[in-house]
């Protein structure tokens, strides 16, 4: 059974750009969360997914957005990108939200320039 | 305020030695505790998980315990092998299964010597 793959693994953007993240959760889960993950901070809980629908929303400014597709892949987004936003993005699924353990892909690394 | 701790960055270990991973939680609306494990350009991987009903969840090398009145648990790795070698991650979801997303502690780094 396949995992949760993200796309691109890594990523270089530099200030000001926007940038679109993409993954694609275990076949059968329908929920699908994304973290950020930094030196200084841990693991931060971004958003939530389900039914196309978001369901929670972390402490992120707007500039951080996502959206999910009736096949339950999911896509995230950041516009006006700054230094701070470098950092490794991780997505997590699980076939409910309120089911444990999530599951998580690998991330993509980003790094703003 | 961080509502997940794990208070010692790294933690060495002889192999064959019995390795504890502790962490601490101040948000008592925690009811269900993971750990995961990383490896470098990997993401976490689930190890293993805790109700808060439970105070003691084993699976073979790995045992978790849970001290619901301290607020505190731990993870024991016994006995410790070279593989284990990774940053191992606490984490709590809250009686909404997760309704803020899983709330990680920031790790610790186990290194296994030989």
């Known amino acids: 059974k396949a995992g949760v793959t993200q796309t691109p693994r890594y990523l270089i953007k530099t200030r000001g750009q926007q940038v679109t993240l993409s993954c694609s959760p275990i076949s059968g889960h329908r929920s699908v969360s994304w973290y950020q993950q930094t030196p200084g901070q841990g693991l931060q809980f971004l958003f939530e997914y389900f039914s196309e629908t978001q369901r929670n929303k972390g402490n992120f400014p707007g500039r951080f957005s996502g959206r999910q597709f009736s096949n339950s892949r999911s896509e995230m987004n950041v516009s006006t990108l700054e230094l701070g936003d470098s950092a490794l993005y991780l997505c997590?699924?699980?076939?409910?939200?309120?089911?444990?353990?999530?599951?998580f892909g690998d991330g993509t690394r980003l790094s703003i320039l | 305020d961080q509502q997940v701790k794990q208070n010692s960055p790294s933690l060495s270990v002889q192999e064959g030695r019995i390795s504890i991973l502790n962490c601490d939680y101040t948000n008592s609306m925690f009811d269900y505790f993971l750990w995961y494990k990383k490896y470098p350009a990997e993401g976490p991987t689930f190890l293993i998980s805790?109700?808060?009903?439970?105070d003691k969840n084993e699976d073979g090398r790995f045992t978790v315990f849970l001290n619901k009145s301290a607020k505190h648990l731990s993870l024991h790795i016994v006995p410790s092998q070279p593989g284990d070698s990774a940053v191992y991650f606490c984490?709590?979801?809250?009686?909404?299964?997760?309704?803020?997303?899983?709330?990680f502690g920031k790790g610790t780094h186990l290194i296994i010597q030989p």
């Open positions: 805790i109700s808060s009903i439970k």
């Open positions: 984490a709590a979801s809250d009686p909404g299964g997760g309704a803020d997303g899983l709330t």
């Open positions: 997590a699924s699980s076939p409910q939200p309120s089911n444990q353990p999530q599951h």
